[in-house]
């Protein structure tokens, strides 16, 4: 069965930074493709970022372009994300998500699995 479990959130000022973590059990990891994705206060579910199956290949939302980095350890079975300069528009619920392949197109929500989210609270 396949469990994601997501920490790492918190309250944070503005301009500050979190890093978020997800370790995965229940499969095999280095396999597949994982993304982070988003859900803010009365919003639908928001694509942040993904990357490959063998860590080199990422892509990013516009709104997370320079302020966020993906990254993950195979050996690990963790996936992360490290986040600065936050706004309170980056408020949400952060999730990470398993895609069924090994390359995650930028956007695509269509993962196989979500884990149960993380809240980011970004507020003076």
């Given at each position: 069965?396949v469990?994601?479990?997501?920490?790492?959130?918190?309250?944070?000022?503005?301009?500050?930074?979190?890093?978020?973590?997800?370790?995965?059990?229940?499969?095999?990891?280095?396999?597949?493709?994982?993304?982070?994705?988003?859900?803010?206060?009365?919003?639908?579910?928001?694509?942040?970022?993904?990357?490959?199956s063998?860590?080199?290949?990422?892509?990013?939302?516009?709104?997370?372009?320079?302020?966020?980095?993906?990254?993950?350890?195979?050996?690990?079975?963790?996936?992360?994300?490290?986040?600065?300069?936050?706004?309170?528009?980056?408020?949400?619920?952060?999730?990470?998500?398993?895609?069924?392949?090994?390359?995650?197109?930028?956007?695509?929500?269509?993962?196989?699995?979500?884990?149960?989210?993380?809240?980011?609270?970004?507020?003076?």
């Amino acid at each position: 069965q396949v469990q994601l479990v997501e920490s790492g959130g918190g309250v944070v000022q503005p301009g500050g930074s979190l890093r978020l973590s997800c370790v995965g059990s229940g499969f095999t990891f280095s396999p597949y493709a994982m993304a982070w994705v988003r859900q803010g206060p009365g919003m639908g579910l928001e694509w942040v970022s993904g990357i490959n199956s063998g860590g080199w290949r990422t892509n990013y939302a516009g709104f997370a372009k320079g302020r966020f980095t993906v990254s993950r350890d195979n050996a690990k079975n963790t996936l992360y994300l490290e986040m600065n300069n936050l706004q309170p528009t980056d408020t949400a619920v952060y999730y990470c998500a398993k895609y069924s392949g090994s390359y995650v197109e930028e956007g695509k929500v269509d993962f196989d699995d979500r884990g149960q989210g993380t809240q980011v609270t970004v507020s003076s």
